[in-house]
C-alpha cells in the first residue's frame, strides 16, 4: 500500500490536531473566527493568498494561488463542526485529537476537518513531488455547512468571477462499507417545511370529541395524505420536473454493489420500501426524491392516560429532490396540495434555504482522472454512485460556476460524522490523500516521481 | 333563595377545610389512607357504622345505617383528588381552604370533596329537620376515581349484597353556565390505548426516505384511518351496538338549551365538526360515542430542523362509548382494522381498566323527584341531559346494582376540577344542598317543616 511520507503523516496529525482543538460549532455560534484565522495561516503556508470574506453568517475563508494561462482546481470545504453532544458518550475529549488502533478521534476527525486537512497535505506533497505547481489553486471553505449553507449559493453568485476555476474536489469521499472507494456524482436538493395547525385555543377535555376537531387527527391526516404506503409522493405535479436518468447514470446505478442485505441487518429492518433489493433499492437510494416525516408532535406523551383532545400540532418534514426539481415550486405544490384536500389551516413555513439538487457527469474528464487514481490508491475499481441520498451546497459549483466536481476522500462508513467518537482512519487518510495526489497528477499531465 | 342554617354553613366550611388539608392525590398514592381515616370519623358522626374495605388498589370507605323495611339511598364518592400541579399557578395553597369573593378555593374544594360534604351537610340538616331518618343510607366513597376507578366494577360485583340499595346520588353535579341546575342521567364508557410502532433499529439519517419506511408517517396514516374528518369513526363494526335512544331521550336532548355558540366563543372555533349546532350539537355532545386522539408523537420535535428519519411512533387514544358498546369488543374491532388495512406492526395495548357506557331513565320517579327538587331550590327548571360527555364507573351501579342514579350537586362551570383554584361557590352550596334535601324529602314522603 502506498503511504503518506512520515513527515507527512506527522503533519497531517498536527495539523489536524490544531483544528480540532477549536470548537467551530456552527450551531453554537462559536470557536468560528479563531478557525478561520488558523485556517488562514495553514493555506499561507501553501503559498496561497488568503482572504476572509464576510458573508451574512460565518465568514468564508478563501485562498488562490493562481498561474497565468494554467487551468485551476477549486477545493469547497467546511470548517464548523456539528457540536459534541452528547458528551458523555464520547471516550475521549472530543476537542482534543486522540489516536487509538489506527483511528484519530475528535469532533470534526473526518467532517470536514479531517477531509479539509487531507487535500491540504495533498498539496504539501505535490510541491514536494514536483515544485512549485503548474496548475491554479482555490479553496473556498465555509463556516455554515452543517446548518445547511444558508449563505453559499450568495457568495458564489457574488464571487463568482473570483471562484472561476476548471474542476474541483467536493468536501467528502472515502470508502464504502467493503472498503471499495466511491466516487460520488451528485447530491440531493433538500427543502425543509414545518407544518403546524391550531383546532381551538386550548386543549380540552376529550369528552368534547364529538363536537371539536382534534389538531393531533387532522395533521396526521394531513401527513398521511403526502405519500402512500410504499413512499410515493401523492402532491399533484412532484415528479413533473424529475429529469430521466441519463443511459451513462443508469448503468452506473446498474452497476453499483448491491449492499442492501447487509444494511438491511444492520439497521434491523426485514424489508425494505415497495420490498425492493439489489439494483431497484440502487434506483431508488440514488435516484428517487422523497418526502420525509422528520416529527409528528401532538397532544399528551407521557406515561398513564391523560384524556385530552390537543388543540395545536406540528410536523417537521423534509422533502429530498432530484434534477430538475424545484425545492420553491415543489414547497408551491405542498401547499396547493394541503389546499386541494381541504387542509387550508395547515400553516407550512419553509424552515431553513433549501437546496437544489445537482449531478455532474461520471464520465466527465475530470471524474475519470479521479476513478483511475482512486483505483491506483486502493488498488481496485470505484463504486461510482450517481448521486449522494444526502444534500449540500452542489448546485452553484456546478450550475453557477460550471464545475466538474469529485467526491473523493478519507472516509468511511465508521466515521461517526454528526455522532460521538467521530474519526478518522489513518489507513484511509494514507490512500485517500494519495488519490487526491494522483486525481490532479493525471489531470496536470504530471508523471509521478521514480 | 333558600340558604343553609349558619351553623350548617360553617360545618360546611369546617369539613371541607379538614378533607382539603389531606393531599389524597390518588396519582401519588399519598394521603389516601389518612383521608379513609378522617373521612370514616365524619361519617360515623351521621350515625353510620364504617368500614374500610381493601380492594387491589386503594380502600373503599363504606358507611351504613340501614332501617328495617324502609328503603336505602346509596352515595357514591370518591376521596381521591388530583395533583395539585403546577403549584405556582394556585393563588393560595392547594392543601388550606381559603375564602375569596364568596369562593372556597382549594384541590378537591369541588372534585370531589366540596360536593361529598355537601351530601353529609345534607344529611345533618334532614336530622335536624326530621329527627332520625326513617330511610338507609349507605356511602360508597373510592379513593381511585381520578386515576379511572380500575377495582370498582370488581368491588360493586363483589360487594353487591351489602350495597344493595333503591336510589342513588352520583359523586358530582351543579349549575351549566346559564346557572340552569342540571341533572345528568348518565355517562359514556371509555377505553384508552396505545399505539406504539417501530420500523427500523434506531433513528436513521433522512437520506434513507427513499427505501426506509418512517414509524411518523406510518402511525400517522394508522391514525388518520381510523376516522373521518367530520369525526365519523372508520373502523368497522364500531356503531353496530349502539343502542338508538329512547323517545324520552330524544325529547330531553330536543329541550336541552342549545350553548353552542358561547362554547364556540369561549374555546376559539368558528365551526363544530361537522358544523353542526343546536339540537345537531347536543345530539352530538350527549349521544354520539367517539375515537379521540390523546396526543402523537415521533421523530424531532425541537427548534429548526433535524433530517431524521424516526424508528419508532407512539400515539394515545380514547374511545368515548354509548349504551350498549362493549370497550372490549371495541378495541377488538381496532385490532381487526388495523389489520384489514395491513397495519398488523401496530402494537395496541390497553391502557387502563375501561369503563361500560350507562345510562338511566330521565323519567324514572327517583330522577322526577330529584327534577322537582331542582326547581324549588334554583327557582328554574332543570336542564335534563341524558347524559355526559365523560366517563366515570357509573355502569355497575346501574346495571349490577340496578339503582337509579341522580346526578345533582354543587359544581358550576368555573370549579376549575382539575386545574389550579379549583373552587366551589357558596352560592352553590346552599342551593346544591338543599336540593339534596329536597330530593330526600320527596322521595320519603317528608314535608318539610314550617
Redesign the interface.
Known amino acids: 500500500m502506498i503511504t503518506l511520507p512520515p513527515h507527512l503523516e506527522d503533519a497531517y496529525r498536527t495539523l489536524l490536531a490544531r483544528f480540532v482543538a477549536i470548537p467551530s460549532v456552527g450551531a453554537e455560534g462559536r470557536g468560528q473566527d479563531d478557525m478561520a484565522e488558523t485556517l488562514g495561516e495553514a493555506l499561507a503556508e501553501l503559498g496561497l493568498t488568503v482572504e476572509v470574506h464576510g458573508t451574512d453568517g460565518a465568514p468564508v475563508v478563501f485562498a488562490e494561488r493562481r498561474v497565468a494561462g494554467a487551468p485551476t482546481v477549486l477545493f469547497y470545504n467546511h470548517y464548523d463542526v456539528q457540536p459534541a453532544d452528547p458528551l458523555e458518550l464520547w471516550e475521549s475529549d472530543p476537542f482534543l485529537l486522540t489516536e487509538r488502533d489506527g483511528m484519530l478521534y475528535g469532533r470534526g476527525a473526518s467532517d470536514d476537518k479531517g477531509q479539509l486537512v487531507s487535500r491540504i497535505i495533498a498539496l504539501r506533497w505535490l510541491r514536494e513531488r514536483h515544485g512549485e505547481l503548474p496548475f491554479g489553486v482555490v479553496f473556498v471553505v465555509e463556516g455554515e455547512e452543517e446548518?445547511?449553507s444558508p449563505n453559499m449559493a450568495a457568495y458564489v453568485e457574488a464571487q463568482r468571477d473570483r471562484l472561476a476555476a476548471d474542476v474541483a474536489f467536493w468536501e467528502f469521499g472515502g470508502v464504502d462499507g467493503h472498503d471499495r472507494p466511491t466516487l460520488v456524482c451528485g447530491l440531493?436538493g433538500?427543502a425543509?417545511v414545518d407544518l403546524s395547525l391550531r383546532?381551538?385555543?386550548?386543549d380540552?377535555?376529550?369528552?368534547?370529541?364529538?363536537?371539536?376537531?382534534?389538531a393531533?387527527?387532522?395533521?396526521?391526516?394531513a401527513?398521511?395524505?403526502?405519500?402512500d404506503?410504499d413512499?410515493r409522493v401523492l402532491i399533484d405535479g412532484f415528479y413533473d420536473a424529475v429529469r430521466p436518468p441519463t443511459d451513462t447514470e443508469r448503468r452506473y446505478v446498474e452497476a453499483a454493489p448491491a449492499d442492501?442485505d447487509a444494511f438491511a441487518e444492520h439497521?434491523?429492518?426485514e424489508r425494505?420500501?415497495g420490498g425492493?433489493s439489489g439494483v431497484e433499492?440502487q434506483r431508488?437510494?440514488q435516484l428517487?426524491p422523497?418526502?420525509?416525516?422528520?416529527?409528528?408532535?401532538?397532544?399528551?406523551?407521557g406515561p398513564?392516560?391523560?384524556?385530552?383532545?390537543?388543540a395545536s400540532?406540528?410536523?417537521?418534514l423534509?422533502f429530498?429532490l432530484v434534477p430538475d426539481q424545484n425545492p420553491l415550486e415543489i414547497v408551491a405544490l405542498l401547499h396547493q396540495h394541503l389546499e386541494r384536500l381541504?387542509f387550508d389551516d395547515v400553516v407550512v413555513n419553509l424552515?431553513?434555504e433549501p437546496e437544489w439538487p445537482a449531478r455532474v457527469d461520471p464520465e466527465h474528464p475530470w471524474l475519470s482522472h479521479a476513478a483511475a487514481a482512486l483505483e491506483e490508491a486502493y488498488g481496485q475499481p470505484a463504486v461510482v454512485i450517481v448521486s449522494?441520498?444526502?444534500?449540500g451546497p452542489l448546485h452553484p459549483f456546478v450550475e453557477i460556476l460550471d464545475l466538474p466536481v469529485a467526491m473523493i476522500g478519507v472516509g468511511y462508513p465508521g466515521s461517526r460524522v454528526h455522532s460521538p467518537n467521530e474519526n478518522v482512519r489513518m489507513v484511509d487518510v494514507h490512500r485517500g490523500t494519495y488519490a487526491t495526489v494522483r486525481t490532479l497528477e493525471r489531470w496536470a499531465g504530471l508523471a509521478p516521481p521514480e
Open positions: 446548518i445547511g440531493k433538500i425543509c383546532t381551538a385555543d386550548f380540552l377535555h376529550s369528552a368534547n370529541g364529538p363536537v371539536v376537531q382534534n393531533a387527527w387532522r395533521l396526521a391526516a401527513v398521511a395524505s403526502l405519500r404506503d413512499g442492501d439497521i434491523g429492518v425494505f420500501l425492493v433499492y431508488r437510494a428517487e422523497t418526502i420525509n416525516v422528520n416529527g409528528i408532535h401532538s397532544g399528551y406523551g398513564g392516560m391523560k384524556t385530552v383532545l390537543p400540532a406540528t410536523a417537521k423534509d429530498r381541504g424552515a431553513e449522494s441520498g444526502g444534500s
